[in-house]
């Protein structure tokens, strides 16, 4: 039987694959990377791309969206990133964050905010008075 | 008769009430369950990226990074997850005030806290506060995605990186057991990973391209992960405040029904005795 290097693929919402392979492809940012077992310890950051397993006479290919590489002489760790991203893309998505922030401290939700503060003290004002009747007729 | 249409009224009212919170308990009763497999798959790539970090801390221990390198605090900053929608228990002030102590603690010592905010009840809580908030973001529902949040993550990272904040918490609600929910506060940067133990001689990665650019790019993604597990961890802990709260009210809504029936009852006694005697009482006039 061949050789062959555990291949781990991990990602933030879970576990993506786990098994053995004779070979494993990876799109890192440096361009395509073949590793064999027995590679020499690497660390690397991936572009999204296509990752491929292969194992004997099977191949699995797993999309991922970018990432990390370690790999160890006997195992290879992918952890993948979920989503895409682009510098631009998380740059206009912090923006987003901020602008929300502002939006918040600025009180732009004021209004709703009041209506359902007064809809709650009708209610609890209804309960209330229902309960003094209840007590009455206990009483 | 006076009394019993009303009281017929509030059982009939009580009893949808029941219903609704009834079936609230159900729906949190399978949303946490779901929520709680999304923690166990969130745990290996938390897990993993740390061993990966530790390794790289202990193979290259004379690059620091930024983001490992602890620096005199003059600011603060804080992240806090809460839930978007109430009817939770004590789940959400618990947590609030948890992290008043915390902001207390470093306003104590002159130091300021900027807040970025997570989940809508958060954010109408600490609005009022008046203390500056750098990020929020909220609807993130009950399957939060960590594309949600790199956002909301990055605009803190980069504070840190631009030294407007030296240290970075994360508050949130920690899932102790369907019972169980604490606040619970960890330290997000600078980031502190024990080397990891079983490789103790020294050897080195091959980095591609550059030891700092790959640290930067996993350092990132740790933290993301870290938030992203304190969020799936809140929605846990929201369903299961929530299941245990609607329990509570449905118990009490079976009482109150009791109770109720109990007086109704006792009116309408009362009411046949009356018409009974007054019956009676004319039949002996005439």
Known sequence: ???????????????VYSGPAEMVFVPAQEGELGIAPRHAPLLTLLKAGEVRVKDGETEHSVFVGGGALEVQPNHVMILADTAIRAKDLDEAAALEAKRRAEELLAGKIDKIEQ?????????????LKILEKLRKIRA | ???????????????????ITKAMQMVATSKMRRAQDRMKLARPYADKMRTVIGNLSQANPDYRHPFMATRDV?????????????LAGGLNANLFKQ??????????KNVPVSLCLIGAKGAAFFRRLGMPILANVSGLGDRPHVADLIGTVKVMLDAYREGKIDKLFL?????VNTMTQKPRIDQLLPV??????ELQEHWDYIYEPSAGEILDGLLMRYVESQVYRGAVENVASEMAARMVAMKAATDNAGKLIGDLQLVYNK?????????????VGGAAAV
Do not use: C, Y
């Open chain 2, 74 to 86: 003059k600011h603060v900053g804080v992240i806090i997850i809460s839930t978007d929608r109430g």
């Open chain 2, 99 to 108: 992290a008043i102590n915390l902001f207390k603690e470093w306003q104590d």
């Open chain 1, 1 to 15: 039987m061949a050789k062959t290097i555990h291949v781990d693929i991990v990602s933030a919402e879970g576990e």
């Open chain 1, 115 to 127: 209506a359902e503060a007064l809809a709650e003290l009708v209610r609890i004002a209804a309960q």
């Open chain 2, 192 to 197: 502190a990973v024990a080397p990891s133990s």
């Open chain 2, 267 to 279: 009116a309408r006694q009362a009411a046949i005795t009356t018409e009974l005697a007054e019956i």
């Open chain 2, 171 to 175: 508050v949130h609600a920690e899932f």
């Open chain 2, 1 to 19: 008769m006076a009394g019993t249409k009303e009281i017929r009224t509030k059982i009939a009212s009580v009893k949808s009430t029941q219903k």
